[in-house]
T-cell receptor, first 114, second 114 residues
Framework: GDSVTQMEGPVTLSEEAFLTINCTYT??????LFWYVQYPGEGLQLLLK?????DKGSNKGFEATYRKETTSFHLEKGSVQVSDSAVYFC?????????????FGSGTRLSIRP | GAGVSQSPSNKVTEKGKDVELRCDPI?????LYWYRQSLGQGLEFLIY????????KSGLPSDRFSAERTGGSVSTLTIQRTQQEDSAVYLC????????????FGPGTRLTVT
């Protein structure tokens, strides 16, 4: 079945450091890919998405590019802030012809030191 | 406008008891999803409802779990004869339709089975 694998956490960085959180997927067809974020004490929220190969999703300085050849959707940010501390989930969702459930990776906890 | 709400926010129950968890989706959203977030399993899909269609129950872990959605709005997830492995955060999400990429998540119900 479909699955998502993301790098183990926790990841601890200093403020203004460069961030990469790796994510690879296994899926049939052409799923949509997502990054969700869960800030401390808050609900899960969509950070960015890409719906087809070579699309780049971006939001709040974060970016991720849908790479079909490497089945990857790595999350990057050039300069992280303390407020980026959260748990990040890579996820996929199949198209309209099948169930719309989201399949999540295990999550990566990110902590940013001032 | 109001987001997805869930109640209770926390529930502690004894092993063997039944529990009911409630989800109020965003008004007008036709699709509703239940997920479970636990330490050992990450975020996993449980069940989803779309309009008047039969729900997709493929993620329910056992027949002790059931869910219903009344009037196309509020949903209740019921766990019968709770076990300690049922301890988790139960998340509800809704989307405008099955075709809507973004699912909006509630804050979750933390269930602890003692």
């Amino acid at each position: 079945g479909d699955s998502v694998t993301q790098m183990e956490g926790p990841v601890t960085l200093s403020e203004e450091a460069f961030l990469t959180i790796n994510c690879t997927y296994t899926a049939t067809g052409y799923p949509s890919l997502f990054w969700y974020v869960q800030y401390p004490g808050e609900g899960l929220q969509l950070l960015l998405k890409a719906t087809k190969a070579d699309d780049k999703g971006s939001n709040k300085g974060f970016e991720a590019t849908y790479r079909k050849e490497t089945t990857s959707f790595h999350l990057e940010k050039g300069s992280v802030q303390v407020s980026d501390s959260a748990v990040y989930f890579c996820a996929l969702r199949q198209g309209y012809s099948s169930a719309s459930k989201i399949i999540f990776g295990s999550g990566t906890r990110l902590s940013i030191r001032p | 406008g109001a987001g997805v709400s869930q109640s209770p926010s926390n529930k502690v129950t004894e092993k063997g008891k039944d529990v009911e968890l409630r989800c109020d989706p965003i008004s007008g959203h036709t699709a509703l999803y239940w997920y479970r977030q636990s330490l050992g399993q990450g975020l996993e899909f449980l069940i989803y409802f779309q309009g008047n269609s039969a729900p997709d129950k493929s993620g329910l872990p056992s027949d002790r779990f059931s869910a219903e959605r009344t009037g196309g709005s509020v949903s209740t997830l019921t766990i019968q004869r709770t076990q300690q492995e049922d301890s988790a955060v139960y998340l509800c999400a809704s989307s405008l339709s099955e075709r809507d990429y973004e699912q909006y998540f509630g804050p979750g119900t933390r269930l602890t089975v003692t």
